[in-house]
């Protein structure tokens, strides 16, 4: 039996389709609410409690540094208009739900078919911080790799997971219960 067969009621590649997109957009709004519940809310309540905890997330900020980068335009300019929020929300809504729907769990499924979702989102948010807290923070934005490793950059780890667990949650129960 190849690793392709193993899973044989779990379709690899989701068809591209309304109910697809329902799934993208619904729990992208749902991993966006419970990442920014996260890193504004929980975390900063958190802090002294958890070491790793007490920093409060600023992924807007991070959006206009490297969107300002990117363009040419600058951070004050980019901030000025709302794009950066516009781009945390589209990133949350559509592009990183789309990463994990057809590119983390397909390959999850053909590599580790039995590995259980919420692994696999937990993987896919740890990729989601190593994107943002390098490429974009460092390779782009140009501040530090994983921003200095301060406070931010474990708030940030475990709000990409939290994001991550979230999308394979939605995902799971929408598309195989």
């Known amino acids: 039996m190849s690793i392709a067969t193993t899973h044989s009621n779990v379709s690899d590649f989701p068809s591209v389709n309304i109910n697809t997109f329902i799934t993208i957009v619904v729990s992208g709004a749902f991993a966006i609410l419970a990442f920014d519940l996260f890193g504004q809310t929980i975390s900063p309540l958190m ?15 991070l959006a206009n540094q490297s969107l300002g980068v990117i363009t040419g335009l600058g951070a004050k300019v980019v901030s000025q208009y709302g794009i950066g929020h516009m781009m945390h929300l589209i990133t949350g809504l559509f592009i990183y739900p789309i990463g994990y729907m057809f590119i983390a769990r397909p390959i999850s499924l053909k590599v580790l078919p039995a590995l259980p979702w919420w692994v696999v989102g937990t993987v896919y948010g740890v990729v989601l911080w190593v994107f943002a807290l390098y490429i974009m923070a460092h390779l782009v934005a140009g501040n530090p790799p994983f921003l200095g490793w301060s406070g931010i950059t474990w708030v940030a780890l475990w709000g990409h997971i939290v994001f991550g667990v979230v999308v394979a949650a939605f995902t799971k129960f929408r598309h195989e219960a």
Do not use: Y
Request: hydrophobic residues 55%.
């Open 47 to 61: 802090k002294g409690i958890i070491p790793t905890l007490g920093a409060k997330l600023a992924p807007v900020a």
